[in-house]
């Protein structure tokens, strides 16, 4: 699961996980780029 990998990305703010899911995507794994962008900060 993503959470448990990355356990703060609730608290990151738009641009770190806009910069996360870049990452992802430069390898292909769009399915965990859409999850990130998609979960809800606290």
Known sequence: KLASRYPN???ASHREKHKLASNYLSYGDVQSAWKILLSKSK
């Open 9 to 11: 990305i609730k608290t």
